[in-house]
């Protein structure tokens, strides 16, 4: 059974970083997941996009809300996406969700472009 799971969540101060990470149980993401992808959602809020990475290449693609700030990356090695988070504020608290698309698809920043969800990790910013 195909799993992703997230981790590196918790509660940080406006201003500092956090490092989330995505694994992949049972699925290696080398010959695996055309894009591998991080949204949010935060409380009364739709699910939003927020980075993703593809498997050849590794392009990348950001949210305008956190170009520069956040930094998408994926180990194949170790069957891990990262995103790194620096200068949070409290519009970034939210549940982050790791996503992959298990084919090739024109886009690759909405929900529909991404297949497997992982159960999310909690960001909170305080001010």
């Known amino acids: 059974q195909v799993q992703l799971v997230e981790s590196g969540g918790g509660l940080v101060q406006t201003g500092g970083s956090l490092r989330l990470s995505c694994t992949a149980s049972g699925r290696t993401l080398s010959n695996s997941y055309y894009f591998m992808g991080w949204f949010r959602q935060a409380p009364g809020k739709e699910r939003e996009f927020v980075a993703a990475?593809?498997?050849?290449?590794?392009?990348?693609l950001y949210a305008d809300s956190v170009k520069g700030r956040f930094a998408i990356s994926r180990d194949n090695a170790k069957n891990t996406v990262t995103l790194r988070m620096n200068n949070l504020n409290p519009e970034d608290t939210a549940v982050y969700y790791c996503?992959?698309?298990?084919?090739?698809?024109?886009?690759?920043?909405?929900?529909?472009?991404?297949?497997?969800w992982g159960q999310g990790t909690q960001v909170t910013v305080s001010s």
């Open positions: 996503a992959g698309a298990d084919r090739y698809r024109s886009t690759w920043s909405t929900e529909a472009d991404f297949d497997s």
């Open positions: 990475i593809s498997r050849i290449g590794g392009s990348t």
